[in-house]
């Protein structure tokens, strides 16, 4: 599969614990924040998003809080599973641009 | 089946060779846009279009060109590849530029400059 980063910040997690990836991001001016997965080999994937005039959203399996006073977004997978392993981006945007900035990556491992 | 396609997936090539990979996608999405990933950096977007005939530069764009003359594709063009341009390269789509859930990554370019 493709390299997506060799020094990537890992997180290993058993399966069926509950897993949380952080990001801090960098523009104050940023409303709009987007969790990715990419698995090895792939593009990234969406997975859940959150706009700035709320502090949590919920998904299935997963959830995003967003800390806007110290600029800090987080993705919460309960009960992990092995087929969670991957890459994980957050990426920040602002309404009225069209740029997406990404985050440098996390990586997941989750052991059976 | 709604995908991005991307070509070629792999490309070997030498410093100076003109070569353009080409993007093209299914769905009549109007904004499309390439990305390079390189270890460490995550993703970094190089050009974006909003539509037809409308293009504009992301975060990296110098030694790249991107065209935008119908829909569905969305070229990326290096007019004289260098080997800081090795890289991974992903061109994505989404009906609109803020509707993240339904935008769509291609498999990915995976290019080396010599």
């Known amino acids: 599969g493709e390299s997506v980063g060799l020094h990537l910040p890992t997180l290993s997690v058993q399966e069926g614990d509950n897993s949380i990836i952080n990001c801090a991001y960098s523009?104050?001016?940023?409303?709009?924040f987007i969790w990715y997965k990419q698995e090895s080999g792939k593009g990234p994937q969406f997975i859940i998003d959150?706009?700035?005039?709320?502090d949590k959203r919920q998904g299935q399996r997963v959830t995003v809080l967003l800390n806007k006073t110290v600029k800090h977004l987080s993705l919460q997978i309960a009960a992990t599973q092995p087929g969670d392993s991957a890459v994980y981006f957050c990426?920040?945007?602002?309404?009225?641009?069209?740029?997406?900035?990404f985050g440098t990556g996390t990586r997941l491992l989750v052991s059976p | 089946e709604a995908q991005v396609t991307q070509n070629p997936r792999y490309l070997i090539t030498v410093t100076g060779k003109k070569l353009t990979v080409t993007c093209s996608q299914n769905?009549?999405?109007?904004?499309m846009s390439w990305y390079r990933q390189d270890p460490g950096l995550g993703l970094r977007q190089i050009y974006y279009s909003m539509n037809v005939e409308v293009t504009d530069k992301g975060d990296v764009p110098e030694g790249y060109k991107v065209s935008r003359k119908e829909k569905r594709n969305f070229p990326l063009i290096l007019e004289s590849p260098s080997p800081n341009q090795t890289s991974l390269y992903f061109c994505?789509?989404?009906?609109?530029?803020?509707?993240?859930?339904?935008?769509?990554f291609g498999p990915g370019t995976r290019l080396t400059v010599l």
């Open positions: 959150i706009r700035s005039n709320m």
């Open positions: 990426a920040e945007t602002w309404l009225g641009f069209q740029k997406l900035v």
């Open positions: 523009n104050s001016a940023s409303d709009y």
């Open positions: 994505a789509s989404s009906p609109e530029v803020f509707r993240s859930d339904t935008q769509y």
């Open positions: 769905m009549n999405h109007e904004y």
